[in-house]
T-cell receptor
C-alpha cells in the first residue's frame, strides 16, 4: 500500500519570504498523480497544485511550484513571496492510476504553515 | 466550485444513536468519496462510489455504511455512533476525465 509522509508538522515563514514544505511517498507503481491541498481555517480543502509522475517538468501555479524527484520519491512544495493568506494546513496526497476514477487519495498527515507579518 | 453540498455542517449526537450525513452534487459526476479527518492522521477514505448502487470500502470502513440511490446523492450512515467516530467528514467527487478530487465543506460530528 502506498504511504505519504510529511516530516514537518509545523513550519513558519516571514511574509514575502520563500518556504518549502517536504513530502515523501512510497509506491511500487510507475505512474501516478501527486497533489498538494491547502486547508485554511475555514476547513475547505483547496487544490494547490498537481503533478503527473510521467512528466519530468515540475508543475508551477503562480507563486506555488513543486520539486518532483521521482527516483527519490520526493515531492516538495515551494511557496514564493509568502502572503498572510497562505497560512493553512497543507496536505500532500498520492493517487494511483491503476483503477481509473475510483482510485482514492492517500494523504500525508499535514504541515501547518504560519506566515508572520 | 464543484457543486458539492454536505449536510448537516455540524452535528452533536449521543453514543448509540444512528446518524446519516448527506453529500449532494449538482453535476452528475460518477465518482464520490467519503473521508474522515482526524488530528495526526490527515484524511482517510471511508467508502467510495463509482455509480448508482455501486460502492466499495475504504481503509476505515468499520462502523460505517453508505448508499447511493441517485447519482447526485451519497449518504454516509453511522448505524450506532461511537465516540471514536467524532471527526470531520468530507465528501469528494471526481469529475469524469479528470484526476482531481474536489471536496465539500465538511461536516463536524461530535459523538458524546
Amino acid at each position: 500500500a502506498q504511504t505519504v509522509t510529511q516530516s514537518q508538522p509545523e513550519m513558519s515563514v516571514q511574509e514575502a519570504e520563500t518556504v518549502t514544505l517536504s513530502c515523501t511517498y512510497d509506491t511500487s507503481e510507475s505512474d501516478y498523480y501527486l497533489f498538494w491541498y491547502k486547508q485554511p481555517p475555514s476547513r475547505q480543502m483547496i487544490l494547490v497544485i498537481r503533478q503527473e509522475a510521467y512528466k519530468q517538468q515540475n508543475a508551477t501555479e503562480n507563486r506555488f511550484s513543486v520539486n518532483f524527484q521521482k527516483a527519490a520519491k520526493s515531492f516538495s512544495l515551494k511557496i514564493s513571496d509568502s502572503q498572510l493568506g497562505d497560512a493553512a494546513m497543507y496536505f500532500c496526497a498520492y493517487r494511483s492510476l491503476l483503477r481509473g476514477g475510483s482510485e482514492k487519495l492517500v494523504f500525508g498527515k499535514g504541515t501547518k504553515l504560519t506566515v508572520n507579518p | 466550485d464543484a457543486g458539492i453540498t454536505q449536510s448537516p455542517r455540524h452535528k452533536v449526537t449521543e453514543t448509540g444513536t444512528p446518524v446519516t450525513l448527506r453529500c449532494h452534487q449538482t453535476e452528475n459526476h460518477r465518482y464520490m468519496y467519503w473521508y474522515r479527518q482526524d488530528p495526526g492522521h490527515g484524511l482517510r477514505l471511508i467508502h467510495y462510489s463509482y455509480g448508482v448502487k455501486d460502492t466499495d470500502k475504504g481503509e476505515v470502513s468499520d462502523g460505517y455504511s453508505v448508499s447511493r440511490s441517485k447519482t447526485e446523492d451519497f449518504l454516509l450512515t453511522l448505524e450506532s455512533a461511537t465516540s471514536s467516530q467524532t471527526s470531520v467528514y468530507f465528501c469528494a467527487i471526481s469529475k469524469t476525465g479528470e484526476d482531481i478530487q474536489y471536496f465539500g465543506a465538511g461536516t463536524r460530528l461530535s459523538v458524546l
